[in-house]
């Protein structure tokens, strides 16, 4: 017997978000963050580093080398599509680091894509379908998934840990677009058979070469024990797909194996204990708000989580949300591990929504209403003080936080930047001037609100930020020293990102320091200083120059001239 649901919906309350609106706010929160903008440390500048020795021709296309220095992280494929990308684009189109970023701007769109779409089909499953009505008027099926997709899609743009790193060109990005093509294959099978399984190849495949062939074996095995035992198809249907979705995981195990891509990064258990409260805070806010509304997902619907019959709509994004959930806690950046499992958590929170009475959704409102106002606000106040210098306690704080920061102005960012706040001041009537019956109303203002915050930091704020964030600044000074066209430059100690930043901002062809190799110039990282005596002779060089980062006053790079002649 079924459980039954406690969905209560209308069909007034699945009335249609419209797509111009819904498409408006995707443009509005992908675009930003991709376009004019240096490359930032130290993920996002480090994988175009090795994108640009690829597309050079540097380096081995199975065994990325930058500097003769390994990526830190095993995936190939992110490295390969920007590789690509800025091989097939004409110098004269755009700069290298934009070219890069077109396949994982395309990433992002197709995250956003396949979330809704594999939540509109588990919303189509028998289990998720509200109450039917003695005498008519419930929703109907198609309509009710629609409106629960769009709450998905809503939550997910939302989550406020998904903004940094989804516009980031990295295989973080990577990982999380086909993470969700997984997810949208399971989700899907049911009713269709030729995308799922496109869906479910590309994404296990596309997971193990952005890096992660465990999650991907998790998600596949996950996967497998779901579809038997679900019951929204029939038996012999049921086990021809469990057989091919066994077949796929273990091809994508196998391709790991052959291009040695598996590696264990767990937590060191020395430090375990200082991580927890770091966790616990970033999964308060990473998720939000999607995370409280899972959790009220869980609560509401936990007769049907508990049945004997499992429910696809509850129990695959539960199980993306803990293989993501786990890999946070066991693995490190814990950030970058828990941003695959944002799509099932906006799953799970959309499913809330059909439970959710009049007062909390007031609440959820009112909350969101004035942390995102206060929020620009503060952008706008900053802003303006970088500006004029009025009022002069932001601006000194700025001059105080970016020291030798100059403000430039944009007429295109500030016409964008007031188009979009005199939109949410818009929204915010819409949404205030009448109670409105749609159940997907009450995350129009938390995404908008987060795809309004990401949109102003990322035109009024972006000198601010390619200042505080990119290597540029730093590297033109050390340009500046070494003069033009410098024939040999060394370096000891260098982390991935300084390299990159300073191969494509000072234009220079770094090499590994050895004390046999004569080469008038040498820069080290000052945390690295004194090199090791096998490397560095440090009799035999002369400090010319400290050149610091402006916003980091630990992190400088030193600069010697060569006094004697290797040994």
Not at 108 to 132: H, K
Not at 362 to 378: E, V
Request: proline letters at 8%; one cysteine or more.
């Amino acid at each position: 017997m079924n459980s039954p649901t406690p969905a209560i919906v209308t069909q007034k309350a699945v009335r249609p978000l419209p797509r111009w609106a819904l498409l408006l706010l995707c443009l509005a929160y992908v675009v930003p963050g991709f376009v004019g903008r240096a490359p930032w440390k130290n993920a996002d500048v480090a994988a175009f580093g090795y994108m640009l020795e690829l597309a050079n021709g540097h380096t081995a296309w199975l065994r990325p080398l930058l500097g003769g220095i390994p990526p830190e992280t095993d995936g190939l494929l992110p490295y390969w599509l920007g590789a690509w990308a800025i091989q097939i684009t004409p110098d004269w189109l755009m700069a290298p680091e934009m070219a890069a970023r077109l396949p994982f701007m395309a990433l992002l769109v197709l995250t956003l894509a396949t979330t809704w779409y594999g939540v509109y089909y588990l919303a189509r499953s028998p289990g998720a379908q509200p109450v039917a009505f003695a005498f008519g008027g419930e929703a109907r099926p198609s309509d009710y998934a629609r409106a629960i997709a769009d709450g998905a899609l809503l939550a997910l743009i939302a989550c406020l840990g998904l903004a940094q790193l989804s516009h980031e060109a990295t295989g973080y990005l990577a990982q999380l677009a086909c993470a969700t093509l997984i997810f949208f294959a399971v989700a899907t099978l049911p009713y269709r058979t030729a995308a799922p399984a496109a869906a479910m190849v590309v994404g296990m495949l596309g997971l193990t070469l952005a890096g992660a062939p465990t999650i991907a074996t998790l998600l596949g095995a996950g996967s497998i024990a779901l579809v038997v035992l679900a019951p929204a198809t029939p038996s012999e249907r049921r086990l021809r797909w469990a057989v091919a979705l066994a077949m796929v995981t273990v091809l994508a195990a196998v391709l790991a194996w052959q291009l040695d891509l598996w590696r264990w990064r767990l937590v060191d258990t020395a430090t375990e204990g200082k991580e927890l409260k770091s966790l616990a805070r970033l999964l308060l806010w990473f998720g939000w708000p999607a995370w409280p509304m899972a959790a009220w997902t869980l609560w509401r619907w936990r007769k049907q989580l508990i049945n004997r019959r499992l429910h696809r709509h509850l129990w695959l994004p539960l199980w993306f949300s803990m293989v993501s959930v786990g890999a946070t806690f066991s693995t490190q950046p814990a950030d970058r591990a828990l941003l695959a499992g944002l799509p099932a958590m906006a799953a799970l929170a959309a499913f809330a929504l059909p439970t959710f009475r009049r007062s909390m959704a007031a609440l959820i409102d009112w909350f969101t209403l004035l942390f995102f106002s206060a929020s620009a606000l503060a952008i706008w106040v900053i802003w303006f003080a970088m500006q004029t210098g009025v009022p002069a306690q932001p601006a000194a704080n700025v001059a105080k936080l970016a020291p030798g920061f100059t403000p430039t102005f944009s007429w295109l960012a500030l016409v964008v930047a007031l188009a979009a706040s005199v939109a949410w001041c818009r929204l915010v009537w819409w949404r205030a001037v009448r109670n409105r019956s749609a159940i997907w109303k009450s995350l129009v203002l938390p995404a908008s609100g987060a795809a309004l915050g990401w949109l102003l930091l990322t035109t009024l704020w972006l000198p601010l930020l390619d200042y505080a964030r990119s290597y540029a600044p730093q590297a033109r000074k050390l340009a500046a020293a070494l003069g033009p066209n410098p024939a040999c430059v060394q370096m000891v100690g260098l982390s991935r990102a300084q390299m990159a930043a300073l191969q494509y901002h000072a234009q220079l062809r770094l090499q590994p320091a050895s004390p046999s190799t004569d080469c008038p110039w040498l820069v080290a990282d000052n945390r690295a200083w004194p090199a090791p005596e096998d490397q560095v002779n440090p009799d035999h060089w002369k400090r010319e120059a400290t050149i610091g980062r402006p916003t980091d006053k630990h992190e400088s790079i030193l600069l010697f001239r060569r006094t004697a002649s290797p040994d």
